[in-house]
């Protein structure tokens, strides 16, 4: 018997798919001291990264996180797009004000990976060997790929993608949680699901990454974002799937480059060996070859 | 003549505005992208671009001149 394939939008006939509790999740993630403030869950919105970006430009204060059901509008690096099916993953997106070094700041993207995937390994990690009850599945080896897609292999199961705006910056994320085969947006895409993982629990996967995404953040924020003595740099090139790949790099102005990422340096750009010589990048679509 | 200049490595993505354009503070020049974080760089005067210094794809070093308000 065949369905017709198509997304199952109401709320109380896909009981897969469940909705966040926006009132439990401030409750356990706002506190006084936190550095999350508030914590909003809409059904729907264009951009998550948008609609704080906009409170940015407002003079909202750090701290705000807005998590998106479903998105009309997801946005991904050089005008790309993020979409998935409702619930069917984490969409949010957190206002931060670092008062760091301008030009540390290209790390925050780089942190709020390293912190996202750190929050995964550690949560599938438990749940496989049984701390969350049935013992199973897999712990994920989640790694990144620079700048910061997450990986489980060579497939995609999460992007960031982030946005200045004056003083603050707002980073988005879209995490993969219950997407099905047929569902994936290209084949090179996952999920946690697809992946086997035991724990897909969508509030108690947000928590961990948010919790993670602070401890790193008041670490790195309070040495004034330098990369070496709040251990980022060390902790990020440990999750770095790319170092040490031969790699082919697409950069701005359709220009390719091809080599060996041997380093991350201090500035948090991929160092690529050539036969030219080290190469520095700073932006681009990496693609790790064979 | 102020001056507007890149505040951190990065890559030219997009440019807005070209020479000639009449500009206002808060209006977005070029916007620059490093490690996957957008960065628009706003013009902080009134007045026209009298010279625009990047192009799409350009590697800006912290410190470039990016354009010039008059």
């Not at chain 2, 974080?37 to 010279?51: C, F, K």
Request: a negative charge.
């Amino acid at each position: 018997m065949g369905l017709d394939g198509g997304v199952n939008e109401s709320p109380f006939t896909d009981l897969g798919r469940p909705p966040l509790n926006e009132q439990a999740l401030n409750r356990m993630l706002v506190r006084s001291g936190s550095l999350w403030r508030r914590i909003e869950v809409v059904a729907e919105t264009g951009s998550t990264n948008a609609d704080l970006a906009e409170a940015a430009r407002r003079d909202a204060p750090e701290g705000q996180v807005l998590v998106a059901e479903a998105q009309t509008a997801g946005r991904g690096r050089l005008g790309r797009s993020w979409t998935a099916p409702p619930r069917s993953g984490l969409m949010f997106s957190v206002l931060l004000r670092p008062r760091v070094d301008p030009a540390a700041l290209g790390w925050l993207p780089l942190l709020t990976g390293l912190a996202t995937a750190t929050a995964l390994r550690r949560v599938t990690g438990r749940a496989a060997s049984g701390d969350f009850g049935r013992p199973g599945g897999s712990g994920l080896d989640v790694r990144l790929k620079w700048p910061n897609d997450l990986l489980v292999g060579e497939r995609k199961l999460a992007g960031i993608l982030a946005e200045k705006v004056a003083d603050a910056v707002v980073v988005g994320v879209g995490l993969n949680v219950s997407l099905r085969t047929d569902e994936l947006p290209v084949p090179t895409a996952t999920s946690l699901a697809c992946e086997d993982a035991t724990f897909q629990e969508r509030e108690a996967l947000l928590r961990a990454v948010l919790r993670e995404l602070e401890t790193w953040y008041r670490e790195w924020t309070a040495l004034k974002g330098d990369p070496e003595t709040s251990g980022l740099r060390t902790a990020y090139k440990d999750l770095c799937a790319t170092l040490g790949r031969r790699v082919r790099v697409l950069l701005p102005g359709d220009r390719t480059l091809t080599g060996e990422a041997v380093d991350i340096d201090a500035a948090g750009c991929l160092v690529v060996a050539t036969p030219e010589g080290d190469q520095v990048v700073g932006a681009g679509d990496v693609v790790h070859v064979r | 003549m102020p001056e507007v200049r890149a505040e951190m490595v990065a890559n030219v993505w997009k440019v807005v505005v070209g020479e000639g354009d009449q500009v206002q503070d808060g209006d977005t020049l070029v916007i620059l992208e490093s490690m996957k974080m957008e960065i628009p760089v706003l013009a902080e005067d009134d007045g026209v671009i009298s010279r625009l210094k990047v192009a799409e794809g350009d590697v800006v070093q912290e410190g470039d001149l990016i354009a010039v308000i008059e």
